[in-house]
């Protein structure tokens, strides 16, 4: 027998929890882990940010409607098997539907600040089962691994239509052997992607894909060349300025009276070649520091 969400239970809840006793004080609820299989007894809790639910039966989001508050939602591992009830949560930026039952995305686009959406696992295929995504254009952080997608066209064009798109997670999914230069494809794609599945998306990448889609590998190896050129450029700078550097500080005796600021200088062109983005603007601050320091 499912255990029943009453109001005593919620409140003996707040308490391990080290939570307010008075409901609408309460910024979080942690519910998770018990078998609930029905949302209830929240109405006095209107305050609530965060709702933990993951790891029940529930089977409908019928019971949310008066946290108009809610920020962060998780009902991972339950048992939904549709998306409804969402139209209050207005305020909704995170949201985790992975390990449902789920066959189709739907009723999200009211969720106007919906930024993260986790819906692993589910049992998405066709395109029909996530064209609605096209209407949530807030949409940083996708997760869209472990499906039964096919349609690589449908998806490429769900992922075009995603502006402010950063991360997203397609691994698992049969359209991932289908679309052509799968990884290319995709960042080529999606202008603002900076992690893709299990790895990030570098700048280089992303200018060799670029290059890729305009004009193929021919296009792709003259990229390649090119940042070849800027890498070893970059080099000789940090190499020239270390040596400044180095030069300023003995002649002017600033070596010993200010190794804070040295040591602050040395950081800047240290960071400059790990830095994942082509380092102009660390070549300013550099350049900058030379002339400050002669003065």
């Known amino acids: 027998m499912a255990l029943v969400m009453t109001k005593e239970w919620i409140r003996k809840q707040c308490k391990q929890n080290?939570?307010?006793?008075t409901p609408a004080l309460n910024d979080r609820l942690y519910l998770h882990n018990q078998g609930f299989s029905v949302i209830e007894n929240l109405e006095e809790y209107i305050e609530v940010k965060f709702l933990y639910l993951e790891n029940n039966c529930i089977e409908s989001l019928s019971g949310l409607k008066l946290l108009t508050r809610l920020r962060c939602l998780y009902l991972q591992k339950n048992c939904l098997r549709c998306i409804e009830h969402?139209?209050?949560?207005?305020?909704?930026?995170?949201?985790?539907?992975?390990?449902?039952m789920l066959t189709k995305l739907e009723k999200l686009s009211c969720c106007r600040f919906l930024t993260i959406l986790n819906v692993a696992s589910n049992y998405l295929r066709s395109l029909d089962s996530i064209v609605h995504l096209m209407q949530c254009p807030s949409i940083i952080v996708l997760d869209l691994s472990k499906n039964k997608l096919e349609d690589g066209d449908g998806v490429l064009n769900v992922v075009k239509a995603l502006p402010v798109l950063a991360c997203l997670y397609l691994s698992g999914n049969p359209c991932v052997s289908t679309i052509p230069f799968y990884r290319k494809t995709i960042i080529s794609s999606a202008p603002q992607l900076n992690h893709l599945d299990q790895k990030p998306v570098f700048w280089d990448e992303r200018l060799y894909?670029?290059?890729?889609?305009?004009?193929?590998?021919?296009?792709?190896?003259?990229?390649r060349d090119h940042v070849k050129d800027i890498r070893e450029k970059t080099e000789t700078l940090q190499f020239h300025g270390q040596q400044y550097l180095l030069i300023s500080f003995s002649s002017f005796g600033m070596y010993q009276r200010d190794k804070g600021r040295e040591k602050e200088t040395l950081k800047i062109i240290n960071k400059t070649s790990s830095c994942n983005n082509p380092p102009v603007h660390l070549q300013i601050k550099i350049t900058c520091y030379f002339l400050s320091s002669t003065q």
């Open 18 to 21: 080290k939570l307010y006793q």
């Open 209 to 223: 894909a670029q290059a890729w889609a305009r004009g193929g590998t021919e296009a792709e190896s003259e990229e």
């Open 86 to 100: 969402l139209e209050p949560l207005k305020d909704l930026d995170t949201l985790d539907l992975s390990e449902n």
